[in-house]
DNA sequence: CCATCGCTTCGGCCTTCGTCGAAGCATCCG
DNA sequence: CGGATGCTTCGACGAAGGCCGAAGCGATGG
C-alpha cells in the first residue's frame, strides 16, 4: 500500500539533505520565498550546472517543486512538512557536546528575526510565544501546544485567520524548538496565522535575499504593549512588563 | 551562546544518517532496547570494525550513547529527541513520487504492531489512537494533539503514570504520522506510558531481536472493548465496534 | 596462565559522487 | 533574426569516505 519507510530510504533522504551545497539550497528556501535556480547557485556556492543537478535530485525527491517562469526557474520547499523536517534537523546538530561556536557577525539578524517558511522564529517568536503563553493565550510545551478558550476568543478579535483550526475543539498549535535560542516559538496555522497579521500590519518586513525580519517600531510596540490594548482582554497579566525585542 | 545550526552543521547531521549502514544501525535501536556492538553489526550488515567506527561517529555527535558492560558494548539511542528526528525522516520518504514499493514479507510483523523507541506504531497503536480520539480521550491533528478533561481523567483510572504532564493545564501529547499507515499514532509521555501499561499488561510482548510487538489475545481483548469495560466511562460512544487487530 | 571472545585501531583498496569545462536548448530582447 | 541570458546535459577529473584484512587491547573463563 504504502512506499516502505525502510533504512535505505531513511538513509537515501538524509544523504539527500547531507551534502553541504542541497543544505545551503534547502536553507535559503526555508525563508519561504521562491528562488531562482541562479540565485540558489549563489547561495550554494557552487556553478550553475552542478545546482542544476542538485535541484533536479531535491524535485525528484519531493523535497522542492519548480515552477517555470519564462527564462527562469523558480524553487521553493514542497511544503510545511520539509521545512519541519529541516528545523528538527537543525535541532539535532546541538545535540553533540557543544565544542565548535562559530557565531558569525551576520548571524546576529537571524537570530533577532527570521522567517521560518511560513512563520516566525528568532528572539522575536520566541519572546512573543513566550507572552502569549504567560497571558494563557497558548500553552506550550515539548510535546506540542494548544491554544485555549480564552486564546481562540483573542485570535478571533485580533482578526487572525486560523481557518479550518477553529472547527476544531481545542486546537493544537505546533511549537518549534528555536534553534538559535533554544526556546520555543510558536509555528502550525497559528504561527502562519501570525506571521501574516505581522506582516500586514507592517510589524516586521523582510530583508532582501535573506531569511532575516527587521522588526519595525511598530511592531516594537505593538508587541511590547499594544498587542493586548488593540482589543479587550479580560485575562490575567501575571507578566506585565512585556517582552525584550532587543532592538 | 548556542552552537550555531548553519547548513554545514546541518548537512552533517543528515550526512551522519545519510548513511546506510548508519541507517540501518539507528533504525535498529529504533526499537527502543541497547543493543552491542555485535548485534549491530548484524543488523547493519557490515564488519565489526566498520561497524565500530560507526558507532564512534554516532556517539562523537550525540546521537547515540555506549555504555561497557564486560566486555560487551552496549548502545542505545541518545533521546528520544533522537527517535522523534529519525521518525521525521521517515516519514519524509513518501514525500517523493511513490514509485518503489518493495513490501517484503517479513515488514507485515512490523506493520501490525512495533516499538518506536518508547511507544507503540504500526496498526495496532493507530487503530487505538482513532479509537481513543473516537471517544473524546484525545484530540489528534498533524500539528499535534492534546489531552482532554476527559481523557485525563479516564487516562488516571487506568493506572497511567503521566509523569508532570497532569501538572500541566491541557496537556498536549505528541502524535507522529506513522509510515506504514499514514495515519496518526500516540506518542510522547501519553505513549510511553501507554506502551509500559500494554507491556505491563500483557497485551503485547516484544519479539526478540526485532522490533515487531506480538498481540497478545489479552490484548485484543482488552482494546477491543475491555480497554473501557475495566472502568467506569460516561462518554459518548460513537463508534462501539472497537477496532480492527488484524491479528 | 593461555585460549577465546568482543571491540577497537591502523593501513590501504575501491567505489561513490560532487565538481566544473564545454556544449546544447529554450527564452527574451533589440 | 542574431546576440545575450538562464538553465540543462554530458564527460572526465579528483577528493571523500566506506569497506575489510591484519593486528592490538581488554575482559572472561576454564
Not at 527564462?71 to 565544542?99: C, K, N, Q, S
Not at 537570530?111 to 513566550?130: I, P, Q, T, W
Not at 497558548?138 to 481557518?163: C, P, Q, Y
Not at 477553529?166 to 520555543?184: F, H, N, V
Amino acid at each position: 500500500m504504502t512506499s516502505l519507510a525502510s533504512p535505505v530510504t531513511l538513509a537515501a533522504t538524509a544523504s539527500l539533505i547531507g551534502d553541504v551545497a542541497r543544505a545551503n539550497i534547502l536553507c535559503a528556501l526555508t525563508g519561504g520565498r521562491a528562488l531562482s535556480a541562479g540565485e540558489l547557485a549563489f547561495h550554494a556556492c557552487v556553478s550553475a550546472q552542478t545546482t542544476s543537478g542538485h535541484l533536479a535530485k531535491l524535485v525528484d525527491a519531493g523535497l522542492i517543486v519548480g515552477i517555470k517562469q519564462g527564462r527562469h526557474r523558480y524553487f521553493r520547499l514542497a511544503g510545511p512538512r520539509v521545512a519541519e523536517i529541516l528545523e528538527t534537523l537543525m535541532g539535532a546538530a546541538d545535540l553533540g557536546p557543544a565544542r565548535h561556536r562559530p557565531v558569525g557577525p551576520r548571524d546576529e539578524a537571524l537570530r533577532r528575526a527570521r522567517s521560518c517558511y511560513d512563520h516566525m522564529a528568532g528572539r522575536f517568536a520566541v519572546d512573543l510565544a513566550e507572552l502569549l503563553e504567560a497571558r494563557g493565550m497558548v500553552v506550550l510545551s515539548d510535546e506540542g501546544g494548544s491554544i485555549t478558550d480564552l486564546g481562540m476568543a483573542f485570535f478571533d478579535r485580533l482578526g487572525l485567520a486560523l481557518g479550518e483550526a477553529a472547527g476544531r475543539r481545542r486546537p493544537p498549535c505546533r511549537c518549534c524548538l528555536d534553534w538559535s535560542e533554544r526556546r520555543y516559538h510558536i509555528g502550525g496555522r497559528l504561527g502562519a496565522a501570525l506571521f501574516a497579521h505581522a506582516e500586514g500590519e507592517a510589524w516586521v518586513v523582510r530583508v532582501k535575499e535573506s531569511r532575516a525580519l527587521r522588526v519595525t517600531r511598530k511592531g516594537e510596540e505593538a508587541v511590547a504593549g499594544g498587542l493586548f490594548a488593540c482589543v479587550a482582554v479580560d485575562a490575567p497579566v501575571p507578566r506585565p512588563e512585556g517582552i525584550r525585542t532587543s532592538a
